[in-house]
Structure formats: structure tokens, C-alpha cells
């Protein structure tokens, strides 16, 4: 029966199973044939489940009945598994789409509106009068935000969070903080890309309308 169960779907599995039916067809007990195919193939799952056959052999139970039960919990265990990964691979998503695209997108439009703010601010500066506005409550002066700066915030901050991130990433998939960070270059280079390439969009597509360019 054992030869006979042995179907190729089940991969390495398939030449135990055929090892174990010779080895009870050559008088050795099928237990102990079962319990040495758990030093061959490193799986706590089939540990777990040959222990129960085992069990189950030695106390005389019903072995029918046990494997149909043990297949139904491998069965419910294994979409428990994938629900799980899917709900982690949400996660990972999320974070790697608000670090790698939307953060750099939101410095890029921050940066261009700090230059709009900056050169209003310039032109309102320009057209008071020198000594201001008598009796007004508040004076304008003029802003200089140095470009460079701004550029230089945007890429440290960046850096920064691409790498706790990439940190957090691998937490979730692995339970290692080593592990995500393979995947700091790749976050850091698009967030850093999509950062100029936003400046330059904005500046090419609103720059000149609002004298900014």
C-alpha cells in the first residue's frame, strides 16, 4: 500500500514513502522505518505528523481515521499559512510604496513650494517700502532658502527612512532586521530618483507659469 500511495506529485516525500514500503516489506518495523524519515527530511510538520502515526500504531488506534484528520489540519493549516503571507506581503507592499514612491514625491512637491513661497515672499519684500508699512501690524522681510539645503534635507531624510524601513521590511518577512536591508539600495535609489524627477515635473510644468523655473 505504501508503494502504491508513493504518486510523483509528492516530490521528495514520494521516494521515502517507497523507501519505507521496501524497508516493512523486508520485515523491519514500520514504525521505526517511519521515525528514520524524519532525520532524512527536516520538516517539523512531518515530524509532527509521523509522530501521531507512530503514536496511534503503538496504542492500537484507528489509523483511518487519524490520517484523515491529520490530512484535514494540514490542510486548514496550510490556508492559515497563506492568509498569513498574504496579509504580511499587504504590509510589505505598503511600506515599500510609501517610502520608495510616495515620500520622495511629497519632497519634491514640498521643495517646490517652499521655492513659490520663497519668491512671493521676494516679490512682496520688494514692493513695500523701505521703511514698511506705518501702523501695520505685521512686516514682511524678505526669505533666501538656500536651494542646496533643501535638496540636502530631502535626500538625508530619505536615506533615513529607506533604511528603517528597509529594517521593518525585514522584520515582518523574516523576524531579522539583517534581512530587509538588501532591499535598501533598491528603496533608496528610486526614492532619491523620483525626488529629482518630481523637481524636475514641477518645475517643468509649473515653473514658468508661476516665474519660479
Known amino acids: 500500500a505504501l508503494l502504491l500511495a508513493a504518486r510523483p506529485e509528492f516530490g521528495p516525500l514520494a521516494e521515502e514513502i517507497r523507501r519505507v514500503g521496501r524497508e516493512t516489506?523486508?520485515?523491519?518495523n514500520l514504525a521505526y522505518a517511519l521515525m528514520k524519515t524524519t532525520t532524512r527530511i527536516k520538516s517539523e510538520t512531518l515530524k509532527r505528523t509521523i509522530d501521531l502515526i507512530v503514536n496511534s500504531i503503538k496504542s492500537g488506534g484507528k489509523l483511518a481515521d487519524l490520517l484523515d484528520q491529520t490530512a484535514s489540519d494540514l490542510r486548514d493549516q496550510e490556508m492559515i499559512k497563506k492568509e498569513i503571507s498574504a496579509s504580511v506581503l499587504m504590509y510589505v507592499i505598503f511600506i515599500f510604496v510609501a517610502i520608495a514612491f510616495g515620500a520622495p514625491l511629497l519632497f519634491a512637491m514640498s521643495s517646490f513650494l517652499v521655492k513659490i513661497l520663497t519668491k512671493n515672499m521676494q516679490l512682496i519684500s520688494e514692493g513695500m517700502p523701505s521703511g514698511g508699512l506705518e501702523g501695520a501690524p505685521i512686516s514682511i522681510?524678505?526669505?533666501?532658502l538656500d536651494?542646496?539645503?533643501?535638496?540636502f534635507y530631502a535626500i538625508v531624510s530619505l536615506t533615513v527612512t529607506s533604511f528603517f524601513g528597509s529594517?521593518?521590511?525585514g522584520l515582518i518577512l523574516?523576524?531579522?532586521?539583517?534581512y530587509g536591508l538588501k532591499y535598501l539600495p533598491i528603496m533608496l535609489l528610486i526614492a532619491i530618483g523620483?525626488?529629482?524627477?518630481?523637481?524636475?515635473?514641477?518645475?517643468?510644468?509649473?515653473?514658468k507659469m508661476m516665474e519660479v523655473a
Not at 25 to 28: D, F, I, S
Not at 141 to 144: A, K, L
Not at 147 to 151: A, G, R, S, T
Not at 194 to 207: C, Q, R, T, Y
Open 174 to 178: 523574516r523576524g531579522d532586521e539583517k
Open 147 to 151: 536651494q542646496d539645503f533643501i535638496n
Open 25 to 28: 516489506m523486508t520485515g523491519r
Open 141 to 144: 522681510t524678505n526669505i533666501t
Open 194 to 207: 523620483l525626488f529629482f524627477l518630481g523637481n524636475f515635473a514641477m518645475e517643468s510644468l509649473f515653473g
Open 167 to 169: 529594517v521593518i521590511i
